[in-house]
């Protein structure tokens, strides 16, 4: 007998084994969707000023062809919920692999700035769309003990696409800086060309891991399709535990309307001015100014191009090494532990590359298409502005750094990094994915993903015009403070959701606003 109940809890416990194999292979191949985001975007560090030069750009037509994949963002997150919610989980992100590859073979062989514009938006539209369906694809089917950690797994697909990126763009840099005696320039005729285009490798592993996952058992039971949900479900958790879900969700569902207009009753005002307010402030820490934007920061604190490019390289790393301590923390320490001491470390990093460029000493120098040339002591006043007139241009006064200025502002920008990769940037996602009814998830998210590109979007465009009109002094002291906003909001309003069922958070926001309409206060 003792030998059968042996055996019995082996057999249970081999079938939990692979059960939660099976989770973590599906919630690491839509987590994939992640890391061609990181990718799609981490790549504009590398393209932009060989776009500029290659396809004779003003400054308004190179942002918006970097930026024009937040519009396609903003599109594919918009209506992605929807078609989440009535077709499923699965379907779309296949969609959205296909978006994918189109974009980054189209995106690698464009004539002019309009056909890399429409290649472009693909991939926002694919982005847009899976940043909303994955994360909610891999929160419906991760065990509550460990959604935090696998949804945490979408953020490190970002910051993987971001580092391989980083890395790729050098790798290419390095492979082609040069001229030709036909005066063709290797990275800005053909090597932007290869950065783009190397999108298309990770994006067909994507597809072809997606074929091989389980559609999300919740919306196969909240769709009339309990068989195969029991099946998926049995296979995860086991037979028990199969039904104990099937009979929560079918709870918790028969008491919505299932109408979006639901999320705006006093029930859920909360979850949706939580999730708006992370997605909003989030990207409004500047996030993307470094993502977009890293090597002209650092060149214009004096770096030389190749060493910009290898310093970006570096925050790709230090923002994949810190993303794993949101991993390794998020289902121990909590989403608003690990957000409060982000945002507080956040903020004290921005102010202090505010500073780097407040410090900075001026010096007269004439711009010129291939830089700057520096006034010099060999030349006198009359000889320097003469020098001006003939090039066509006028003396300006730039920033002059010294080494170990450059050092603080590298550090700074890496302690900045760190904080975002183990807070503002895993827990939106997690927290958007586990906070809103079950009927009107995918919609719900949606919503907030459309916010949260919206917000990129600003960001994307109003950087530069801060960086010119502004200084960069300015434009991190305003990003400082927005970081000490998300640390005052994260301590005096942020709910937990660590440890609980998305049917158990769901069910304490209409319990707890039913007894206290009023209240603000964490879970």
Sequence with gaps: MMGIQNSTASLQQDSSAAGLRAIVFAAFAAALAGLLFGYDTGVASGIQGYLQQYFHLTAGQLGFAIACLDLGCIVGALFAGT?????????????????????????????NLAELVC???????????????????????????HRGRLGALFQLGIVVGIAIVYWVNYLILEYGNSTSATGIHWS???????????????????????????????????NNRQAEARSILTRF????????????????????????????TRHYRLPLFVALFLAVFSQFSGINSIIYYAPRVFGAAGMKTTSAFGST????????????????????????????????????????????????????????????????????QATFA???????????????????QVTMLLVSVLVFIAAFAMAMGPMPWIIISEIFPARIRGRAASLAVLTLWAAIFVVAQTFPVLKNEL??????????????????????????????TLEEIETHWRHRMAVNPGDSTAV
């Design 119 to 145: 290649a472009r938006i693909l991939g926002g539209l694919a982005i847009g769309a899976s940043s909303m369906i994955a994360p909610v694809y891999i929160a419906e089917i991760a065990p509550e003990k």
């Design 471 to 500: 200084g960069l002094m300015t434009t991190y002291f305003i990003y400082a403070g927005c970081s000490a906003v998300s640390f005052l909001f994260t301590v005096l309003v942020l709910p937990e959701t660590k440890g609980r």
């Design 313 to 380: 390289a570096l925050v790709g790393m230090v923002n994949l090494l810190f993303t794993f301590v949101a991993v390794g923390f998020v289902d121990r320490a909590g989403r608003k532990l690990l957000l409060t001491i982000g945002t507080a470390v956040q903020a004290a990093a921005l102010t202090s590359v505010g500073l780097v460029f407040a410090l900075a000493t001026k010096e007269p120098a004439i711009q010129t298409a291939g830089g700057s040339i520096r006034f010099q002591g060999g030349l006198s």
């Design 188 to 222: 800005r005729d053909y090597g932007w060309r290869w950065m783009l285009g190397s999108e298309t490798l990770p994006a067909l592993l994507f597809l072809v891991l997606l074929m091989w996952i389980k559609e999300s058992p919740r919306w196969l039971i909240l």
């Design 83 to 111: 078609l989440a919610d009535r077709f499923g989980r699965k379907k779309i992100l296949l969609l959205c692999a296909l978006l994918f590859i189109a974009s980054g073979l189209f995106s690698a062989i464009p004539r």
């Design 386 to 404: 003469s020098l001006a007139k003939s090039a066509h241009t006028s003396i300006k006064m730039i920033p002059h750094f010294s080494t170990a």
């Design 237 to 264: 958790f086991g037979s028990a535990k199969a039904e104990s879900e099937i009979a929560a969700v079918c709870k918790v569902a028969s008491e919505e309307t299932g109408q979006l207009r639901e999320l705006f």
